[in-house]
């Protein structure tokens, strides 16, 4: 739930005077509001592989010569940026809005049937007895893209709940101690050595 989105519906409720101000915070109930897909954007791209494209508003700032949003746009890894900026183009050009791109980082894919992938996984079952689950696909930034051939790799567990990054984030010492066994032995098989027996 984005606190921005909140305020804007907020705001929306509030007669200003300001025409500018008025049809800025329209423009944004409209195009952005509580979406993050980008549908209204027009840029809900979507790939079977990493799903639908991720749109979220992360900063607005506001003064007396403009309004300017920095979003977070993480979209599937079969597309491209360009892509992207092509498909908001007619909303941007509707309403005479300017894009600065300030940073791209491409999206990390390694595909599920990759050798590397199929190392992980097997270890990943053998400790933690789940033979459903399969790779993710995550649109979060880690620490797999300073590295070639890396993925990231772990660590919740299906039907634990996923804390990462919100306030009170804590994982048991019993997952901690599977994650680590699980760990040592996936450094053993990519290393070429032989997986540990527990």
Do not use: W
Not at 114 to 124: I, K
Request: aromatic share 10%.
């Amino acid at each position: 739930l984005n606190a921005i989105s909140v305020l804007m519906a907020f705001l929306s409720e509030i007669g200003f005077a300001n025409e500018d101000i008025k049809d800025f915070i329209g423009f944004y109930n409209e195009h952005i509001g509580f979406e993050l897909d980008g549908e209204s954007m027009g840029c809900a791209l979507f790939d079977e592989q990493s799903g639908s494209l991720i749109f979220n508003v992360g900063t607005v700032r506001m003064d007396d010569g403009a309004v300017i949003l920095t979003v977070n746009v993480r979209y599937p890894v079969t597309m491209s940026q360009e892509r992207v900026y092509e498909a908001v183009t007619p909303v941007i050009n509707k309403y005479n809005l300017g894009i600065i791109k300030l940073l791209h980082m491409p999206p990390v894919y390694i595909p599920k049937d990759d050798p590397l992938v199929r190392s992980l996984m097997e270890v990943y079952r053998k400790h933690s007895g789940d033979s459903e689950s399969e790779a993710l696909v995550i649109g979060g930034g880690t620490y797999a893209r300073m590295v070639k051939n890396t993925v990231a790799f772990g660590a919740v567990f299906p039907g634990e709940p996923e804390t990462a990054h919100q306030k009170n984030e804590y994982i048991s010492i019993d997952n901690l101690i599977k994650i680590a066994k699980i760990y040592a032995d996936a450094i053993c098989v990519l290393a070429g050595g032989s997986p540990s027996l527990n």
